[in-house]
């Protein structure tokens, strides 16, 4: 009894001697975990589906527990719309967002101000420029002064709200919106717009160390030094979306659609073209959601191919054709309204797209006019004018070959067998026949 005491008091000393030791052995991995960072790559107008691919990652951060997410940033500009969502999304994400305009002549222009001027971290690579976030570019069209006007005003109260949250510069970003001012990464450091110029990820990660953001109410010290990157990238789903979603794209779906059908109601039973151009139709319509479109330039593509149909029932000499090319490339000029290059249809898709499209209808329409007018060959048409022989000798009637058939035949005049006749009439199976003035 004495000896199983004595034990059980050693072993609890023992046990308190090495608690201090265990457990700051459990306290080790915590201590030198490995931070994690997400990161996706943004190249190209913003539109819905690169919104949805931002906030998706960004809620995938949060639930995955990662440390942050990087967005690399290159962008002309975009749907005023998608940029208010990611903005939103950024300002009220789980995790640290660090938005990074990378590579060297990338930039951040229009709606790529306010989202990096949103993000926990702002920074830009050498060679790199922000600003022109006019916000004519940022609604998708124009307007009356006085509605400019109070797009202007809601657009500089909304950066400068941010830019407010995020201790940046509120003055240059108001004058980016007011006035398109556009500076480079250098300047933007300077003026307190972006945190830091990187030269690149490591770069960044290196001078982010240490620096505290606050996410939602909570104030965090970012660990970045040395963090591991996991690279995520666009689903299938979304990459066509955002495929779809470029002006270029969408306008040669629209034209293609419209000749696909066009051809399939014109010589019926083709088939193929119908399907190709219902299938390109839909998938135009799909993008224009996604597109600031102009209702009216529509209606105008549309009248232009209901000229083309008129041309084939009305003989109107190509005035209907050369008013159905015209209302498509006035159609085509006006079909996005935005004055942001990057969501209008470039010049250089635009002009051999509408050649090669009107080429086709005026093609189309000339097959279908000399079909028209060409001499029937077959049936009662066919049989008036040809020319044949007769059989027997027709002194009122009698029987001559014509396209290898014997008909019968009458004449208005004696006719002696072996004469090349030619028919002038058909009632019934009777024919009436006239000699030519080949004996």
Do not use: C
């Amino acid at each position: 009894m004495f000896q199983k005491r004595y034990f059980r008091a050693g072993l609890t000393a023992a046990l308190l001697l090495l608690l201090p030791l265990l457990v700051s052995v459990t306290n080790v991995p915590a201590a030198e975990r490995t931070p994690t960072f997400h990161q996706i790559a943004v190249s190209g107008p913003i539109t819905p589906p690169v919104a949805e691919f931002i906030l998706q990652h960004i809620a995938s951060a949060g639930k995955e527990g990662a440390d942050g997410l990087i967005i690399l940033l290159d962008t002309p500009g975009g749907l005023d719309l998608s940029m208010r969502d990611i903005a939103k999304g950024i300002l009220n994400a789980p995790v640290p967002v660090l938005v990074y305009v990378y590579p060297s002549g990338a930039r951040a222009a229009s709606a790529g101000v306010i989202i990096t001027v949103a993000a926990h971290v702002a920074a830009m690579a050498p060679g790199t420029n922000i600003g022109a976030a006019h916000p004519v570019g940022l609604g998708g069209g124009t307007g009356d002064k006085t509605m400019m006007e109070k797009v202007a005003n809601d657009a500089a109260a909304y950066v400068r709200s941010i830019a407010k949250i995020r201790g940046k510069n509120e003055d240059w970003v108001e004058k980016a919106v007011r006035k398109s001012e556009s500076i480079t990464a250098e300047e933007a450091l300077k003026n307190n717009v972006i945190d830091y110029v990187a030269t690149d990820i490591r770069h960044l990660l290196a001078q982010a160390e240490g620096r505290q953001v606050i996410v939602g109410t909570e104030k965090r010290v970012l660990k970045t030094a040395g963090a591991t990157l996991t690279e995520k990238k666009m689903g299938h789903r979304q990459r066509i979306l955002t495929t779809l979603s470029d002006p270029n794209i969408a306008y040669i779906l629209f034209l293609l659609g419209l000749a696909g059908l066009y051809f399939e109601f014109s010589h019926p039973g083709a088939i193929l073209p119908g399907v190709v151009g219902g299938i390109s139709l839909i998938l135009a319509f799909f993008a224009m959601q996604t597109l600031p479109v102009n209702y009216a330039a529509v209606l105008l593509v549309l009248f232009g191919i209901v000229l083309f149909i008129a041309e084939i029932k009305v003989v109107s000499h190509g005035i209907l054709t050369v008013g159905g090319i015209i209302s498509l490339a006035v159609g085509s000029l006006m079909l996005f309204d935005s004055p942001d290059p990057a969501l209008r249809v470039s010049l250089e898709v635009m002009i051999p797209t509408l050649t090669v499209i009107s080429l086709f209808f005026a093609g189309v329409i000339y097959l279908v006019v000399k079909a028209q007018v060409r001499k029937k060959l077959t049936g009662k048409e066919g049989m008036i004018g040809a020319e044949g022989k007769t059989v027997t000798d027709i002194d009122g009637e009698g029987k001559v070959m014509v396209k290898g058939e014997y008909w019968a035949a009458y004449s208005d005049e004696p006719l002696k067998q072996g004469m090349k006749v030619k028919v002038v009439k058909i009632e019934g199976l009777r024919i009436k026949v006239t000699a030519t003035t080949e004996r």
